[in-house]
């Protein structure tokens, strides 16, 4: 049951041209910059990417942005980066946006083998209705819409059906994991990392700290949703990029 994998390019070896792809973390925080790093050497494109938001310019999912090797992203936030609305806008890449803790429990229910759930986030809009653009075409027309969805009513009030949301592999980040897999996030650090992995069909955490065992009460995620597991050195495992910083006087 060792996972242990000896480098971040022999854990994403087989993660291929096409593949989906969800990815821990929001904004800078909690994501596994190296093992984007190591998809980015391989040269894999056309990736679909489930992301709270896609890095920013140059920095983790932000370098496979720039590269134009995300054809499709799913998330809850564009933020700030000019380079994926440029390209969205652009109709260079396919961008299905929706309410942020819609997309943390369409990951949930995938892990949890939930097809799809009820809620009443996005009800009354083009959440529901759809015709939200996913994407444009080159004259800045709508080539593609999201399309409608069901609505039903329980206990006299509307909710709107989403499907669960699945992936080929996830990368995640901990601050701790075992060679069994379990795994231990740092704060908000935990975000949706513990839930991209259980969407995945193969989740490659890089762990900032490998250790022997961990005690089953401190497991955030247990090793049953992770597949391969990747020891960060202490300079990878240091570099935390901030993508605000701040100052007081």
């Not at 087989?14 to 925080?29: M, N, Q, R």
């Not at 090797?69 to 390209?87: D, F, M, T």
Request: charged fraction near 20%.
């Amino acid at each position: 049951m060792d996972k242990v994998a000896p480098s971040a390019a022999e854990a994403v070896a087989d993660l291929g041209d096409g593949a989906s792809i969800a990815v821990g973390g929001f904004g800078l925080c909690g994501v596994p910059f190296t093992l984007i790093d190591a998809v980015y050497a391989a040269g894999a494109s056309a990736l679909s990417i489930v992301s709270n938001n896609c890095g920013t310019i140059g920095l983790g999912l932000g370098r496979l942005l720039d590269a134009g090797r995300i054809a499709r992203a799913r998330g809850s936030y564009v933020g700030e980066n000019k380079e994926l609305a440029r390209r969205y806008l652009g109709g260079e890449i396919e961008l299905e946006l929706m309410p942020q803790g819609t997309l943390s429990e369409r990951l949930r229910a995938g892990g949890c083998g939930i097809p799809a759930f009820y809620t009443p986030a996005g009800v009354g809009t083009l959440v529901a209705e759809g015709g939200l653009p996913w994407r444009y075409g080159p004259d800045g027309e709508v080539a593609v819409a999201s399309p409608p969805k069901e609505v039903r009513e329980f206990g006299g009030r509307e909710y709107v059906l989403e499907e669960s949301i699945t992936t080929d592999f996830a990368l995640v980040r901990a601050v701790r994991g075992d060679r069994h897999g379990n795994l231990v996030f740092h704060r908000s650090a935990r975000n949706f990392n513990p839930l991209c992995a259980m969407a995945a069909r193969v989740a490659v955490a890089e762990v900032e700290e490998l250790v022997d065992a961990i005690d089953p009460d401190e497991v955030h995620l247990p090793g049953i949703f992770v597949q391969r597991v990747v020891a960060l050195t202490p300079e990878q495992a240091a570099d935390k990029p901030i993508e605000k910083r701040t100052v007081t006087g």
